[in-house]
Structures are given as structure tokens and as C-alpha cells.
């Protein structure tokens, strides 16, 4: 690219955001702020480039050193405009009317430098200096890109973590409900099954009860072989406590009242124990573990090239004629001018694309095995007459 077209790139790409959006509405708010800020950042990137690499070396030449005072005071109410402008409200009403200020501030700066900065240029500086500043101006207009790019990229693996995140709260979130209304569910199950029982005859009311226990613990029925769910285990002693264990009292008594024979013990009551376990329920969360930074910096290496150069010298020998016969003009004066030249290194520099440097994240499972210890009630009984000194009994779970 030419320094000639890339000084002409940039106002150009520039007259396309400002009549992009002078077309915009004082509704469409979000628009005009992408628009703008396209604009802003392509304004800035044409006056840095400018006083980055084409001011200094205008600055040491006598033609054009004049020169560079007016453009970077352009360059200042340029700024000074389209930060006012910035400060604005897209919405406002003074919007489009500060806009075509900037506008024609812009054009008139454009128009300056086609007519008065570019040919100051060529005229003052040589060939391999233009193709220089071409050549620098080029390099940082690609850094810049990148930087946008990486910029986009970074944006996009953030969007897509929080919204992997926000999916992975939201099946936690329907897991967890979906489960308080299967508890929910079996709970009036059996609540309604424990409230039939007080009307049914005592064999009856006592297999209702197991039905009940079986259900509330989640223990398999006769012929299954299905495990039982640990919340509804863990849920058993108390829903037992508050109704299995009443309407059960009542039903025995209904019994002993019918057969005075079947109460045990000189009182005939009876003492509940409940025995209770922990369950140990595993979740998870995401951690930081650190940052990963790509920094990327300049680094100088000396390099060498050889190269084959001519020179011609002028070489004056005097010889003997070979005849004394005159051929042409003598006894007059003659001055001869022979041109001695010689080649020099002549060292230029271009920046290429050399490898490119990705940075992602990958997404990896593992399985990992928790080592944790629960706690349950157990129950000793002694009992006299024994010859053991006592036994333990089974826990529930055990049994079933």
C-alpha cells in the first residue's frame, strides 16, 4: 500500500460512519452508539498514525517543518470536538447537529492534507522516505486490527463462559426443584395413606404403615430389587416421628383393648427411639485458578547481508601516438568531464506476518472420588437375664 492511498484510506472509511449515522434516528440509540464508537476509534487511529510517524520526520526537514504546527492543531480541535461530541447523549436532540460539526471539521482537515500535507510530502522527502513512513504506518495499522480482534475474541469467551455458567445454574436450580416436588409428592402420599390406615382393621392398618415406611425411606417393594433414594431415607425418622408413628400408637391400642393379653411389659407402653444417619450429598463450583497472560514485545536482532557493489573511477593515462598525423581539432582549449560513480548500500525494512499466536481455553472432565465419613445413631440394649452382656441392634437401613 502506497503512503498516497493510505492517507486517503482513513477519511474515507471515515465519510462512510458519519453518513451511516446522520441516518440514524434519535430512537435507535443502541445503533448510534456502535456507530460512534467505529467512528471515534477510526478519528483517533488517523491522527496517531500522523503524529506517530509522519509528523517527526517532517519536523526535520526545512520545507515541511512549517507544516506540522497547523496539522497537529487541527489535529487538537479535531479531538476536542469529538470528545464534546462524545459526552453527549446519543439521544439529544443537538446531537446531529454537533455531528455535522465534527463532520465538517473533519472534511476540511481531510481536504487540507490532500492538497497542501501530501504534495509538501513527496515534493520534500525522497522516495525510500515516503515508502518508510508507508511501511510503519501499515505495521501499526495491523497491530491496531489485532488488537481489535483479540479485543472481539476476549468478548466472546467471556459471553460464553457466563453463559455456560448461567446454563449449568439453571439445571442445578430445575434439579433441585424437581426434586422437592418428588419429596413433596411422596410426603402427601404418604400422609394420605397414614390417614386411611386410622380406619382400617388392625392387620390392614399395620401393612398400610409398612407401605408407608417403604415409601417415605424410599425401601423397594417385595420382588424388586431398585435401591433406595437417599433423601427420602433422610427424610424418613422425621416424617415417621410426625405421623407414622401416632396413628400407629392408636392402632395397637384398638388391639390391646380387644385382646388384654397382647400388651407387653407390666404397663403395656411403649418408648419410640428414632435413629437417625447423615447422607452425604456432593455439589460443585468454579474456582479462579490464575490468569493466563500472552504478552507480546519487541525484540532487536542484528542481522547481516552482503551485497555486491560497482564503482567507476575515472582512469587518465598519457601514451605515445602511434602516427604524428593530425585527425582533429588541436591547439584550442577542451575541457572533458567524466562522471565517477560508485554504488552504496541502500538499507530498507518491511514488517511481514511472521506466525500467529492463538489463545483459547478447552473445557476437560474429571472424575474424582470424594472421601468423606457420615455419622448415624445407633442403639445398644442391655437387658437382664442375658448371658451376653448386651447386643446391638440393627440399624433400619440394615434390616431392609
Known amino acids: 500500500m502506497t503512503f498516497r492511498t493510505m492517507m486517503l484510506a482513513g477519511p474515507t472509511k471515515a465519510n462512510e460512519l458519519f453518513a451511516r449515522l446522520s441516518e440514524t434516528s434519535d430512537g435507535a440509540v443502541k445503533t448510534r452508539e456502535r456507530l460512534f464508537s467505529e467512528l471515534k476509534a477510526e478519528l483517533e487511529l488517523h491522527t496517531s498514525l500522523e503524529e506517530e510517524h509522519l509528523f517527526p520526520i517532517l519536523r526535520r526537514n526545512p520545507e515541511t517543518k512549517g507544516l506540522v504546527a497547523d496539522a ?19 439521544n439529544d436532540e443537538a446531537f446531529p447537529e454537533r455531528l455535522k460539526e465534527l463532520q465538517k471539521a473533519f472534511r476540511q482537515h481531510a481536504r487540507d492534507e490532500k492538497t497542501e500535507l501530501l504534495p509538501a510530502v513527496q515534493r520534500a522527502l525522497s522516495e525510500e522516505q515516503v515508502q518508510g513512513v508507508a511501511e510503519k504506518m501499515e505495521a501499526s495499522l495491523a497491530e491496531a486490527e489485532q488488537a481489535k480482534q483479540d479485543e472481539a475474541e476476549e468478548r466472546r469467551a467471556k459471553a460464553r463462559q457466563e453463559r455456560e455458567e448461567a446454563e449449568f445454574l439453571a439445571r442445578q436450580a430445575e434439579l433441585r426443584a424437581r426434586q422437592a416436588e418428588a419429596a413433596e409428592q411422596n410426603a402427601q402420599e404418604a400422609a394420605r395413606q397414614v390417614a386411611d390406615a386410622a380406619f382400617l382393621p388392625a392387620e390392614a392398618a399395620t401393612e398400610a404403615a409398612h407401605q408407608v415406611a417403604r415409601l417415605v425411606t424410599g425401601a423397594p417393594e417385595a420382588g424388586r430389587n431398585a435401591e ?12 415417621t416421628d410426625l405421623f407414622l408413628w401416632p396413628w ?17 411389659g407390666p404397663s403395656g407402653t411403649e418408648e419410640v427411639i428414632p435413629l437417625g444417619e447423615e447422607v452425604l450429598e456432593v455439589s460443585k ?10 504478552r507480546r514485545y519487541v525484540v532487536e536482532t542484528p542481522v547481516e547481508r552482503q551485497v555486491t557493489l560497482q564503482s567507476e573511477k575515472v582512469v587518465v593515462e598519457r601514451r605515445r601516438p602511434a602516427s604524428d598525423e593530425v585527425t582533429g581539432e588541436v591547439l584550442t582549449e577542451l575541457t572533458v568531464e567524466v562522471i565517477e560513480t560508485e554504488e552504496v548500500p541502500v538499507v530498507g525494512k518491511r514488517t511481514r506476518l511472521r506466525e500467529e499466536v492463538l489463545v483459547r481455553t478447552e473445557r476437560a472432565q474429571r472424575v474424582e472420588t470424594v472421601h468423606e465419613t457420615v455419622r448415624r445413631d445407633e442403639v445398644e440394649i442391655e437387658q437382664p437375664g442375658r448371658k451376653r452382656g448386651g447386643q446391638r441392634l440393627r440399624s433400619a437401613a440394615a434390616e431392609r
Do not use: H, W, Y
Open 72 to 90: 497537529i492543531k487541527d489535529n487538537k480541535e479535531l479531538r476536542a470536538k469529538l470528545a464534546e461530541l462524545d459526552a453527549l447523549p446519543k
Open 228 to 239: 433406595p433414594r437417599p433423601s427420602a431415607r433422610a427424610a424418613a425418622p422425621s416424617f
Open 248 to 264: 400407629m400408637g392408636a392402632v395397637q391400642g384398638f388391639q390391646q383393648a380387644g385382646n388384654p393379653t397382647a400388651a407387653r
Open 285 to 294: 463450583r468454579t474456582e479462579n485458578r490464575g490468569t493466563a497472560r500472552v
